[in-house]
């Protein structure tokens, strides 16, 4: 029998933060007791290996908070309808309330649990919270959907964003908790092979460490006009895992990062601009679906990528071999500590599609399986931008030169020292971390000499603007 204090599920998804929160604020708010929950369904088990591993410690790290307010984190495996269904079952729920994800097959799930719920008579509710702008609320001036950055961003900068919910003290607990499932029993972590115990000291899960990065990276925003792009310096806010996982909210970076711009932090406006990037990738996401899987310009579908996984040239490039060291630097970064500068995304995507022609959507999935701060939207945006197939796309003709992008963005070699260790006497201790993180199967050794270039750059160079060339003229 459901009543008007009946508890609420919170359905826990890429939202795994107490405050910021207009869902459990909403929860809160009516005194209700809460039941939170993750589910295990088919979406969260298809994720690549690092982005399934790094879920599984920020589900650690949140449980662990959600016990300090008195409450718990209940799992469940299995269809999220069915899941769902049987919570309310047991613990006599009246309510789901949610945060809203905006990737098609998530929002094809929502939609369908949505209705079939409400039509059994439980109260379904679904909250903003992932963004600070959600995809329908902004508009050009003819009310059609932003296809290119620059005007959505001065559409939205001097906007209102509602500041962010203080987490709650206390959550009222249900009169029983329904069963859980033990997290380690999820095996959250099996695809990550060696690389698990590599990565673990370059990640810090949960909100705690999330806000404790902002204010970091508060300190020293004023750098970041400048240093965001050098590849050598710690110049950006590494944020982009937690906001991943929403183990932190954006609409509190957007206010702090304000606020310090208020008084005087120069870098503030640089930073708010790329947070609204984030935004234009999940707006590009909700109105054009495709943008995961399909050249954004079907133009770019005649285009002679390279669509084969398993050349010898894209398996050098995926063991950061292919005798290009920064190209070889970043993907190495990657495969240490789960995450990439964004300089060196850029430059090893360029690589990959251009010198070597190969089709954006292998090295997008190689992301996604490779990046603890993997997201759906950014990384298709990052890759169809680079390619030149999607939206506001890099033009054909801008091919990165790694010589000069390595000169201008680490120009004493610092991050290639980082980073790449053969012919180096005294090889960081980063650099040797490579050989422990890439599976055995490689046949990786750190006596290995340093590889010869898969390609020429300039061949490679001039190859792909031939094909550029080829496919604009026609
Ligand atoms: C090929 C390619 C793939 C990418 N894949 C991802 C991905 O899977 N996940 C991801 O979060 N970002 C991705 N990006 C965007 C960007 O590289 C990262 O967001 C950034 O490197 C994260 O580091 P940071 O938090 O220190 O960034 P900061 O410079 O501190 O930026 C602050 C925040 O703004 C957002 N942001 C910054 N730049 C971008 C951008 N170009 N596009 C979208 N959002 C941005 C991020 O949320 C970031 O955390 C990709 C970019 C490229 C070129």
């Not at 399934?52 to 650690?60: H, I, S, V």
């Not at 269809?79 to 309330?97: H, K, N, P, Q, S």
């Not at 909100?207 to 710690?234: C, H, M, P, S, T």
């Amino acid at each position: 029998m459901k009543s008007g204090q009946s508890p609420i599920i919170l359905w826990f998804r890429r939202d795994l933060r107490l405050s910021d929160h207009p869902a459990l604020a909403a929860a809160v708010r009516s005194r209700r007791p809460i039941v939170p929950v993750f589910i295990l369904d088919d979406q969260v088990q298809s994720l690549g290996a690092a982005p399934k591993w790094r879920l599984g410690l920020g589900l650690k790290a949140f449980a662990q908070s959600l016990e300090q307010t008195g409450s718990r984190l209940i799992l469940r495996q299995g269809d999220a309808l069915d899941v769902l269904c049987d919570l309310i079952e047991e613990t006599g729920a009246g309510a789901v309330f949610w945060s809203r994800a905006y990737d098609p097959d998530a929002i094809n799930r929502d939609k369908r649990i949505k209705a079939i719920l409400a039509g059994q008579g439980t109260e379904v509710r679904s909250f903003a919270g992932h963004l600070l702008f959600e995809p329908w609320t902004i508009a050009t001036k003819a009310g059609q959907p932003f296809r290119v950055f620059t005007p959505m961003w001065r559409s939205v900068h001097g906007r209102d964003v509602p500041s962010p919910e203080l987490a709650p003290a206390r959550l009222t607990a249900p009169q029983t908790w329904p069963a859980t499932d033990q997290l380690v029993d999820w095996r959250l972590d099996q695809n990550m092979r060696r690389g698990a115990c590599v990565v673990q000291p370059f990640v810090r899960p949960g909100e705690a460490a999330a806000l404790d990065q902002l204010d970091g990276f508060l300190e020293r925003i004023d750098k970041y006009r400048e240093q965001r792009d050098r590849l050598d310096d710690v110049g950006t806010s590494d944020l982009s895992e937690y906001l991943a996982l929403g183990e932190i909210g954006p609409r509190a970076i957007w206010h702090r990062v304000q606020n310090a711009g208020w008084t005087g932090a120069s870098g503030s406006e640089t930073y708010l601009r790329q947070l609204v990037w984030r935004e234009f990738a999940y707006h590009l996401m909700y109105h054009w679906p495709d943008l995961l899987t399909n050249n954004w310009k079907s133009e770019w579908d005649a285009f002679p990528w390279n669509t084969d996984p398993d050349v010898p040239e894209v398996w050098a490039w995926r063991r950061a071999r292919t005798g290009v060291p920064v190209v070889d630097a970043g993907l190495r970064q990657m495969y240490v500590t789960g995450r990439m500068h964004n300089r060196a995304r850029m430059i090893v995507a360029s690589y990959l599609t251009k010198h070597l022609m190969t089709h954006w959507k292998i090295g997008a999935d190689w992301f996604a399986d490779c990046l603890t701060d993997w997201d759906p939207a950014a990384n298709a945006m990052g890759w169809q931008w680079v390619a030149g197939s999607g939206p506001d796309a890099a033009p054909y003709f801008r091919i990165f030169n790694p010589m000069t992008q390595r000169e201008r963005f680490d120009p004493n070699s610092e991050y290639l020292h980082r980073w790449v260790a053969e012919g180096c006497t005294d090889p960081s201790a980063t650099a040797l971390a490579y050989f422990d993180a890439a599976p055995r199967s490689w046949g990786l050794s750190r006596e290995d000499l340093y590889p010869d270039p898969v390609v020429n750059l300039r061949e490679g160079r001039a190859r792909a603007l031939h094909h550029y060339k080829t496919r604009k003229d026609q």
